[in-house]
Each structure stands twice: as C-alpha cells, then as structure tokens.
C-alpha cells in the first residue's frame, strides 16, 4: 500500500460538505480485496478492537485502502472528535482508490492519516502498534488546536443560526459573517469592546471612581506611595482592609482581611512585587460572585469558592490535595470544568498563613484555603447561582459594566447573598474584567450551565440577521469571465460594493487588489473577509475544488455556463466530460436553502445538475422550446431564454422583456455566446432580487473593457460565425488574444495576420509561432507598410513560425489586407472562430462593418 498525495478539503467538496483529509492510495493485487491476505483482518482487530469497518461500495472488495480509510476516522472518533464522514473511491488506475476521511481540525486529520498507515502497516508486518499512545497523541494534539471553551460556546451558538464563522488565528481570533457585515470576536472580546473601556477596567482604582460616580457601591481605600503610606491609609479606612495591586489579575498579590500594621507592610511589599502601583481598600466579608453582563443583560452569575480541602484527621494537606485532584472533572487546562489544585509557592504561602504546612494533618472538617482567589484556572470551583440574582444587584452589574464601557463584562462583586441588594449587606463591587472566562457560566462545577454564547451572539447580530452577505458563483467551461464581471455590474448597479474574483485577479469596487490567476478559495475567502464587500462574485475554477474544495459554505446563486470539451481531461482523474461534470456541481449541490441555481437548459449535463440543488432552479437556453425549458415553465417555474429580439425572464404569467438592442455586450444579438452570457447573467440577478430597472439600466451601461475601443478586441457575428478585430502586433499582444479567445467556444479556428517590415525577424516569426498552436487555419498577408523589406520577406519569416505549428493544418498567403479578410469569410461557417489581426484600423474595420451587414 502506498499513500502518494494527501490534500486537505477545506471547504465543501467533490465528496460532501465536511472538511476532509483526501488521499490517493495504491494498493497492489493481493491488497485489493483483504480476504487473499487473511491474517491481515484478526492482527488489525487486536491493535484496534474497536475499529469499525466501514462498508465499500455494492460489489466492490474490501481493500487496504478500506481498511485505512476506517482506521483514520475511528481513531478521530475514539479520541473525541465529532467525525463521521468517510469514503474510499476505486479510480480509473486499477488498485489506485481516492481515500476520504471528515475532519474536525485539520492537524489532527493529517496525523490520524499518519496513525492509520502505521497501524495498517504494523497490521501487514505482524509489528507491536501502541493504540494507547496514538489515541493520546491525536487527543493532545486536538485540545491543543480546538477552540477554547469560551470562544467555543461562542463559535456553536453562531453556527446554530447560521452565521458562518472562520478562524483567524489558530489562537481565539474568529471572524463571524461576511465582507461588511462581518464582527470579530477574540475570546470574550468583539469587535465592540472599547479599548479604553478595557484600560479603564485594567486600572482598578480608576473603575472604582467611575463606578462610585454611577452610585454603584465600591469598597473605598486610595493609591497608596509606599508601605508607611499604605499602613496610613489603612487607618484612614478602618481595619481590616485589602492591599491589592492597582492592575493585577488572577489574585495575584492580592491579600485580604490585613488588620495588623505588620500584615499590612508585609502585604504591601507583596502586591508591590506585582505591580508600580498598590491600592489599598476596605475590606468586605462574605463570598465572591462573577456577575457576567452581555450589553444590557445580566446572563449569568455564579459563586467562586478558592480550592480548598477539608481535613479527616488522618491524611496530610498534600495527601487530601491528591484526593480531591483524583476527581476526573479536574483537568490540567481549560478544557474540563475543573482545574487540578496545585501544592505550589502560592499554595505554601497561603498554608503558612494559617499556621500549616503541606505535612499538617488539619483535624476532621475544618476547612484549609490554598489560594486566596477562585480562579477555576486555579484550582477553584464555581456554583450557578443565576436565577438567586436580586434585580437591584444585577442592575448595579450592568451599571458598573455600562459606566466602564465594555460590552462583555465580568462583576466580580464581594458579598455575603446574592438574593438581596449589596446596600442592604454593605457589600460591593470590587473590579470589572475585560474578556472574562466563561467556563464557569458554561459548566459550573455545581448548578446549570447557562447559554452564554448565545447571548453573546444575540448582542451581536439582530435577530435573522445570518451576517451573511450575497454571495454567486458561477462555473462552466466557457463564459465564466464575462459572466460573472456582468453579474457584479449589476450588483454595482443595486449599490452594492462587489468583491469579485476571476482568473485575471480580485477585485474590490471594481479596483483591483490580486493579480492573477485567483479562481481558487482563496481569494473567495479574502473577498469575504474584505471590510468593504456588500456582495461577492466567484468565478469558481475546478482547479480550486479539487484542490481545497469552496472557499464558502454556501452561495445564494449558483451559475453554470456550459460544460465543454475544451477543457483539460485526464487530472485528478478527471477523464471524462462527465467526471468534469460532478466537479462543476459542487456549487451546486452548495446552493443555500432559499438560493437559486441558474443552469444552462440547452446543456444536458448541466440541465441535470437541477436535481442536486438544495434552492430553486433558473433555466436558461436560447429556445423556449427546449423540452427542458417546457417542462419548467409549465411547472410556473424560471425560465430565461431569446424571443424574436428580446431576452425574456418569464415565471408563470409574468414575463420581463429586454431587447437585445438594450444589452450592448450582445451587439444587438449577433454575438451568440453573449446572448448566452447575459441570459445567465440576468438569471442570477433575477436569482438575487435586484429590481428589473436595476437590470435593466445595468445591462444597458455595461461595457466589456475589450469593446470599447476601436481595433481592441472588437466584436462581429457573420453568419453564425465569431469575428474579432484587433491590432495586437507583437508576441505579447498576440499572446494575450490568444489566451481571451481560447475561453471562447468556437467549432473550427481561423486567424489572419499580417506583419510589419520594421519588427525583428524573431518577433515575426514568434507571432505565428504562437499563432500557429491555438488556430486550425492561418491567413498571411502583405500589408501596405514593408519598410524596405523585400518583397515576400515579411510573409516568409511569418510562414516560417508555422513550420511547427500544432494545430494550423491550413495556411494561405493573400495579397492585401482585404483580400485577406474575404478569403477567410468566405471559408467561415456557423459556430467558426475568426480572428482578424488588423493594420488599417479604421479602414479595416469599416471594411468589416460593411461585410458583416450583408
Ligand atoms: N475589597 C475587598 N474585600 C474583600 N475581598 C476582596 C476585596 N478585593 C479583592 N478581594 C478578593 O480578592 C480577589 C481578587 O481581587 P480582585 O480585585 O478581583 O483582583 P484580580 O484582578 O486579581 O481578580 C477577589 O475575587 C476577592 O475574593
Ligand atoms: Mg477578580
């Protein structure tokens, strides 16, 4: 068995809509159905007893590769990742099959891949796998990478209303929604949270003036010089008080409860350690609680205990520590809902304040504090206390958070019941924290856990408001480009700041920002992460979707132009029209419940792709009377196709006209292709429910940027044939021409060209080098200009490029440039290709005109 590519599907894919790890497995004969090696199936069982098989395909053996695709996804499973997605493929290569297994974060997809082929192989080879250590490996690495549980809560109850999301670190940075309609969050922070809100809330003496001023009750004290200063100012307050550092964190330095002027020194040089700044304040007896407000809400509270033993008379306080860490909720990081306590220097300290040490065996129930702060991170537990909130208290938490700033705020609030109001108890808000941790809301050790995410959520999108911006992609052979540039100026035209993409680059409001081939996701997903986008336009190359997969979750439209031979076969397995065909689906199959897929009627495998859109469906064709179109509109569905001189949009009775002499980019009607360009186009836009006077006038103002100039790519239909103009003369004009034309569909392909005496004979002879590849027939003349070339000089060096030539199989000389045109008319037919390389422009193209309207 050999693995010889792996890639990783980030997005909706060929297989299905789950990320996924893709392989390409080789397997030889005897691998490819694991009955001929029959000791393969029990030594895999042993090192995997919980290994699920995972059915092939009706009538297709059981191979390695079978095997391997089942070991990756049960070994993702068992160490608790929530996968269930997998398939293996047999290829066209005999024994060569593509491997497909869902993954939740991408690394560990990667290393379960790694995990399967060695334990298949130690299963092959009759070598020790240690399952053990895999699963610890693939679970370590999983906590590691995953979301943290606050920002997860907040990442879940986005998903559940559909708002997509995407990480932006592989720390707690996450963007939610699309383009302008995007909000950041970071952890418990978004993208509302003020900056100096979080500087107030970081200065503790600060937020106490500001709170005092809002009449919220706060334990009074002062900054404090020094420690005489502080043992001054503890006087001034009344003992006992509180000695703090002014923007500590996490307790640390804080002590509680000094009354003696020893204590107070002592803790003065404590805090001091910490922080420039010390504060001193008075002290409040009772409990600590942490008030979560999200905007104007109080949605949640809960009481911090420190960790803590109690004594049973027998074992020492290392000992009781160790029993209570032995509780399987307590965990080393974030990722459980409770921390292991730790017998550290704080720890030690604490002890020796209460007259112990790590050895005292403390007498039965009585309680021994090893921390003075409840921090679940250290060691603390936390009890729900929600619902016990009186609504006096939790006005004073939303005050303190609104008088700070902070949208997501956590109150920690020092008192002995949270049932009554702090006036009553003389109880009072200590700090406020920027970014609070949300474990303990969400998995208290004791009581409910309560739907913080979702309310962080709800603050910050209205309800049914998705963060979604419109979103098309359009796929085909052939039109991808004018179509979706079409689809954007019709967007532009509704006001809308269009990010769009496409094999020349990306463009923002119509500046453009890549260069470049960019029909791949990535570019999607930069669009959709530009600030400025209101809807976004993907030219969606197959490249990109078998590489990576969509760069989207979802689009609201979805165009497919046409499915042609032209394009490359035989990548990726890729070998037929039909293969090529499930490739241009996926945008399809990824429409969005309430989108639109436009699809080309006239197209039969396009046409199909009906069946797999999860959104309702435009049909377009030229021919109303495609039985496709019949079938569709007698349904009272959409339908778009060509009705005398006019594009019509009809759905059951009502019917929109457009004439074709209003759509420039048609040049009346006569270019085909463009007809078929603007039908998709409209389509979508229909799709999209941009007002028929914004389509209207938009289909009017577009000009494609080869039109507007004389001798520029200039278009002409002449007898069902496509003629273009143009004065391209050297190898990178020509280079360029042939790189536009070649996304043109066209039957046969015939270009004339001249050359002019005063280009280097290597630069003529380039010219039809390049020519000489794309084209099936090659008309030479002589212009008027030869610059002191001998006559028949310049055609020699042109006729001399062609003696390679891949694909010209006819070749003519003319003399004069219109000779050279008539002959190449003359050999046209419908669906034909002709490019004119033009010398004359103006007369030329008069000359052309004139042809063209006969
Ligand atoms: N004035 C006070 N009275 C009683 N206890 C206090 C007082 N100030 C702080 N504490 C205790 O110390 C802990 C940590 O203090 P706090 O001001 O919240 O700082 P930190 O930023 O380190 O969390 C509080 O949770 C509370 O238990
Ligand atoms: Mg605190």
Redesign the pocket.
Known sequence: MEISRIRALRGPNLWSRHTSIEAIVSCTEAECDINALPEFEPRLRTRFPDIKFLEPAAGQPFSLAHALESAALCLQAQAGCPVTFSRSVATVEAGTYQVVVEYTEEQVGRLAFDLAEQLIRSALEDTPFDLESALKRLQELDEDIRLGPSTGSIVQAAVARGIPYRRLTEGSMVQFGWGSRQLRIQAAETGFTSAIAESIAQD?ELTKTLLDAAGVPV?N?RSVSDAEDAWKAACEIGSPV?V??RD???????A??MKTREDVLNAYAVAHAISEDVIV??????H?YRLLVVGTQLVAAAR?E?PQVTGDGEHNIAQLIEQVNRDPRRGDGHATSLTKIRLDDIARATLAKQGYTAESVPPKGVRVVLR????LSTGGTATDVTEDVHPDLAARAVEAAQMVGLDICGV?V?CETVIQPLEEQGG?I??V?AAPGLRMHLQPSYGKGRAVGEAIISTMFKDGDDGRIPVVAVAGTNGKTTTVKLIAHLLTANSHRVGMTGTDGVYISGKRIDTGDCSGPRSARNVLMHPDVDAAVFETARGGVLREGLGFDRCNVAVVTNIGEGDHLGLNFITTVEDLAVVKRVIVQNVAPGGTAVLNAADPMVASMASVCPGSVTFFARDVHHPVMTMHRAQGRRVVYVDGDAIVAAEGRNAQRIPLADIPLTRGGTIGFQVENAMAAIGAAWGLGIDWDVVRKGLLSFVNDAQSAPGRFNLFSYKGATLIADYGHNPDAIQALVNAVESMPAKRRSVVISGAGDRRDIDLRRQTEILGDAFDSVVLYEDACQRGRAEGEVVGLLRDGLANAKRARSVKEIKGEFAAIDAALADLAEGDLCLILIDQVEEALAYIAEKVKQ
């Open positions: 503790k334990p004290g509180v703090k550092p500590g964190n996490q307790g640390k330095g804080v509680v409860n304040e008075r002290y409040i007896s009772g600590d911090r420190p003075n702060n409840a921090n920690d020092v009072g200590v700090e924290n």
